[in-house]
T-cell receptor, first 110, second 115 residues
Framework: RKEVEQDPGPFNVPEGATVAFNCTYSNSASQSFFWYRQDCRKEPKLLMSVYSSGNEDGRFTAQLNRASQYISLLIRDSKLSDSATYLCVVALYNFNKFYFGSGTKLNVKP | EAGVTQFPSHSVIEKGQTVTLRCDPI?????LYWYRRVMGKEIKFLLHFVKESKQDESGMPNNRFLAERTGGTYSTLKVQPAELEDSGVYFC?????????????FGQGTRLTVV
């Protein structure tokens, strides 16, 4: 079983739409959670950390559900520039080892 | 502040040759990781250094891969001899050990093509 599972998509949405991605993780000892964004042929870059209480950064909202072992990312008012692959990343604090989901591809169309 | 840098950005080698990838982490980061993404697959963990020590090398695919981090600064990943299935993008990341969420910063990756 994979440590982190994501729907690979692609999610094709029009500009202005709201889109949500989910990600599940298998290890209940996971301590740190992140959403990374990866543009084509580029390195992953941190989009936002995910905190237990949930957090929001502009149009982006991340939620963590420890009981069900999933995290989510909500993007409101999608922009063309949001088109990318979104990677769910989970870390075991003690070992600082990061596990990646396969990524969810988002295409925002005019 | 300089980010994580990797060299070379691209490498094309023949099967059976040796290639050495280099990663310079962000200064002061004691954690250094190697990951790779092969075509169509997710990014997978290779190994993790804490300073100069290998904390976890469970992701190294076989003994053709050798990673070092002498002095706890930069790291090298050598593939010898390279095989076709080693082709992919090799990412290095570094992070600073602290409590709470510990973000990893990635280098731009080395795209390795074995022909």
């Amino acid at each position: 079983r994979k440590e982190v599972e994501q729907d690979p998509g692609p999610f094709n949405v029009p500009e202005g739409a709201t889109v949500a991605f989910n990600c599940t993780y298998s290890n209940s000892a996971s301590q740190s959670f992140f959403w990374y964004r990866q543009d084509c042929r580029k390195e992953p870059k941190l989009l936002m950390s995910v905190y237990s209480s949930g957090n929001e950064d502009g149009r982006f909202t991340a939620q963590l559900n420890r009981a069900s072992q999933y995290i989510s990312l909500l993007i409101r008012d999608s922009k063309l520039s949001d088109s990318a692959t979104y990677l769910c990343v989970v870390a075991l604090y003690n070992f600082n080892k990061f596990y990646f989901g396969s990524g969810t591809k988002l295409n925002v169309k005019p | 502040e300089a980010g994580v840098t990797q060299f070379p950005s691209h490498s094309v080698i023949e099967k059976g040759q040796t290639v050495t990838l280099r990663c310079d982490p962000i200064s002061g980061h004691d954690n250094l990781y190697w990951y790779r993404r092969v075509m169509g697959k997710e990014i997978k963990f290779l190994l993790h250094f804490v300073k100069e020590s290998k904390q976890d090398e469970s992701g190294m695919p076989n003994n053709r891969f050798l990673a070092e981090r002498t002095g706890g600064t930069y790291s090298t990943l050598k593939v010898q001899p390279a095989e076709l299935e080693d082709s992919g993008v090799y990412f290095c990341a570094s992070s600073y050990s602290r409590q709470g969420n510990t973000e990893a910063f990635f280098g731009q990756g080395t795209r390795l093509t074995v022909v």
